[in-house]
Structures are given as structure tokens and as C-alpha cells.
């Protein structure tokens, strides 16, 4: 099977028959669903654009595991040219879409466990690279979206998983089979989930003896029986249950979330991939996390793109752009965008081989990236609503502005740079609002602090992996220090 269509990706979700509680009513029709249109749209971009022959270089790719043609969102990277293809093709997604387009955590995941399934059979004798191999070669050929969940709930942050007052805080193994395991607990934040074909899930931090059932890992299909969905609220998000696309900013693209509840879910022993081999859940938290934090050095710089684009426009239908205190507003969001797409590729440029052939970033290089990706969009989005004016919170709505009575008003004292449409600036205007303070705020803001971990997480890598140790010695060896 090729690649899919962004029609034939919506149908196959469609025949998911996936079900969600969405503001206190459970939803039988997701696909068409309001809430939730915009944000399968914004997936479906990832299988348009590789039918684009404007991206279908950067977009397609040879399996390193068939050999076959697959989108790179399946890829298992095989040097560093792909790292730095993955981060170049998630910034034209984020110019695609201008949000978060979901599909990057599967990918992340996948080549996270690739390479510590292959280093785990090695230690311990397990049989799991083979078993995600087999996973993964169906996800490439079928051209599927997968979630990689593993954010738990973590209850009180002061207690290890087995200390908890309810240990499902941190999903488990409750019960071991013949033919697999049944496991409970929960996972928070799942970017895109309902838009998935699988979900891989895997633990959210190192496991300490006595943690075996916490330091699980395997793979089902996200319409697995006992798994439940309850969609997240974004600011603004019933502006898309309006008729108007107006007052949604980007009217026709969204992130989605969800908390994704395992309610003693079956998992099959051939889709396990850990199972208490304590050792490995580190590293595979570690790859993980360092892929995504390498993704935000493509996706939010993507989104910036737009964001920058915008405050120049606006800038221009203000009148302003001659300004220079504006041009240098502009300069300046510019030269944060670029730090972080920097960042990006420089992680990926320093990549190198595990010992299973796939590619790992170089991990101080991408904490360091998505540490900035902590800070920047929160300055870019400063000086977008600093250049934009405060028409960002006050400006009335779509519907008083197809009012007879009040729209005449709204466009004659709208209007500015006669060169524009007062209408036009207002789309611009909404972009903005969206972008920093709107639903399109979660992605571009929220999980550019949260997202593949927080700052801390980031510092604490830093400190690991600067080699402080190094440093000093060279000191002492420059001045002579015993
Ligand atoms: Fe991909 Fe970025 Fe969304 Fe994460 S935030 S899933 S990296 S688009
Ligand atoms: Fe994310």
C-alpha cells in the first residue's frame, strides 16, 4: 500500500470509530465534530504535502527497513541528512498549518524504541527490536498516525509511582497472562490522540527496583476496547462552534489534546516491547524526550513563521512599517525564530549511530534547543501584541460585524492603511489573537514550556551532559592547578 491521501488518512480514521466525552457528551462522530475538525485537518496536512511536488523530496523517503516509499513522519532516520530533513519538514508543516499538527510524537517515539529495544535484546536477551520491527514495518506500509503517550498523571510529585496513595497514578501492570498483560492508569496531555491509528505507550521517568510494574512499554490500537478519551478545553475553543471562521483566528486548522484513560486494557505479549527491564526505561525517556525537544526546533519555528508574518502585516495595514522601532520588533522576532530552527539543525548536524544504525540527536545540543523553545515564543508573541495593538482583546465580533446596524460602524472606524481591507485586517488581527492568547496559544505557548518536559528537565540534562568535569580540568591545566 502507498502513500495516503489526506482524504483517504480522514476516512481511515473515520472507520477508527473512535468515541470521546467532549464537554460533558460522549461523541460517536469525531471526524466531524467541530471541536475536533480543525485539528484532524492539520494531520491530514501531513499526508497532503508529501503528494506536493514542492515538498515531496523533503517528505517521502526510502525505509531503511522495506526499502519501500514511506512518509518521513515513519522513518527510522539513518544519518544525519534525516535529522535535519525532520526538522526542515516539521517548519513547513508548522507554515502549513500554523499549529500544532500532531504527528511528530509517533515518530519520536519509534525511533526512540528502535534503538533501545535492539540495545535491550543485547543485555538481556529479549526478543523486542524484532517485535517492533514487525510494528513498525505495518505503520509504514499502512502510512499510520501514532500517538507516544507518556505523560502520567504523577500524583503528588514527592512520592516514587509505587508510593502513591493510588498507584494508578502511574500506569501499571495489574495483572500478568499467559499471552500478555493487563494494564491501568492514565496518560495526560496526548497531543493528537484521537486522530491516531496506534498509541505507543511507555513510561514517564527512570524506574527503581520494586517499580517492574511501572516500567512497561507496547503499542495498541486506539480503538482497543477499555481505553476512554476526554477531550481537553483549549482558551477560546467555542469560537469553532460559530459559524464564522472569523473570530477562530486560524479558521482552519487546531491542535488537539486529551486525557486518555486505560481502564484494565488487554495488551498482547507480541506488542510489548519493555516489561520490567528497569535499565532501559531511562534511556528510552531520555531518546524520547531528546527527539521531541530536536521537533521544536522545526514546528514552533514554523508556527513563528506565521506569527512574524503576521505582525509585519499588521504592521503594514497600522501604517506602520516604516516605523523603525517597528522594523525593529520585527528584527528581533526574527532573530528568535532563527535561534531555535538553529538550535534545531545543529542538534541534528551533531547527531550520531547507536549501535542499531538509527540516528540520535546530539542531546545537549537539543535541551539546549528546547530550552530556548521555553522562552522565545513568549517573546515573539510580546512583540506580535506590542506591534498589533490592543484591537487584539477589544475588536467585536464576526457576528456584529455582518450585523446591518453595527457592521457599517466596525468597518468605516476599522479602517486604516487605505491600501487595505478593514475586514482583512481584522483576519490579521485574529491570527495574532489565536497565536497568543487564543486556542492556537496551547500549542505555540503552553506546550513550548511543557511539552517533551519542562525547563528543569532541560537544565538538568544540560548540567549532565555539558561535561563540567572536562571544563575544569582544562582550566587547571591552562594555569598549571595540581
Ligand atoms: Fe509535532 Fe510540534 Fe505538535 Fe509536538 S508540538 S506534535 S513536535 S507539531
Ligand atoms: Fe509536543
Redesign the pocket.
Known sequence: MGLKTAEEYIESVKDLGLQSHIMGKECADLTSHPLVRPSLKAVAQTYALAHDPAYQDLMEVKSSITGRIINRFTHIHQGTEDLVNKVKM?RV??NATAC??????GMDAANALFSVTYECDKEHGTSYHKRFLDFWTRVQDEDLVVDGAMTDPKGDRGKRPKDQLDPDLFLRVVERKKDGVVVRGAKLHQ??MINSHEIIVMPTLTMRPGEEDWAICFAIPTNTPNVHYIYGRQSSDTRKLEESGLDMGNPRYG?QEVMTVFEDVFVPEERIFLNGELDQVGKLVQRFAGY?RQ??G???VGVGDILIGATALIAKMNGLEKATHIQDKIIEMIHLNETMFACGIACSAMGGATDSGCYLIDLLLANVCKLNVTRFPFELARLALDVAGGLVGTMPSAKDLNDPVTGPYIRKYLASNPEFDSVDRMKVIRLIENLTIGAGAV?YLV?SMH??GPPMAQRIMLRRQAGLEEKIRRVKELLGIE
Open positions: 516539521l508543516c508548522g500544532c499538527f500532531q504527528r511528530c510524537v497531543t493528537g491542535g521531541h521537533s521544536y522545526g514546528c514552533k500549542s506546550e511539552g517533551a
